[in-house]
Nanobody, 111 residues
Framework: QVQLVESGGGLVQPGGSLRLACVAS????????VGWYRQAPGKERELVAR???????VYADSVRGRFTISRDDAKNMVYLQTLNLKSEDTAIYYC?????RGQGTQVTVSS
């Protein structure tokens, strides 16, 4: 059974940072595409960042230069380092591995 568990979300002021983490079980991430998506209230889910199984990285235009996705294959974990957060980054952030998705972690950017 595949399970993805995200952590690291929270309330942060504009300009702040958070490091999101996702631990995977039941699936080996190094053989799969991994990524982070987000969904804000009233909006559709959107891609934030993705790493393919061969290491190709894609970022949404809105986060490029502020967010960094990484993976630790030895720990079977995926990370999203966020910097200079903005109010429009407020959303539930979901980790994905292949076609599987976690339950999400809430990120709220507010003063």
């Amino acid at each position: 059974q595949v399970q993805l568990v995200e952590s690291g979300g929270g309330l942060v002021q504009p300009g702040g940072s958070l490091r999101l983490a996702c631990v995977a079980s039941g699936i080996i991430i190094r053989f799969n595409d991994v990524g982070w998506y987000r969904q804000a209230p009233g909006k559709e889910r959107e891609l934030v960042a993705r790493i393919s199984s061969i290491g190709h990285i894609v970022y949404a235009d809105s986060v490029r230069g502020r967010f960094t996705i990484s993976r630790d294959d030895a720990k079977n974990m995926v990370y999203l380092q966020t910097l200079n957060l903005k109010s429009e980054d407020t959303a539930i952030y979901y980790c994905t591995v292949s076609v599987f998705r976690g339950q999400g972690t809430q990120v709220t950017v507010s003063s």
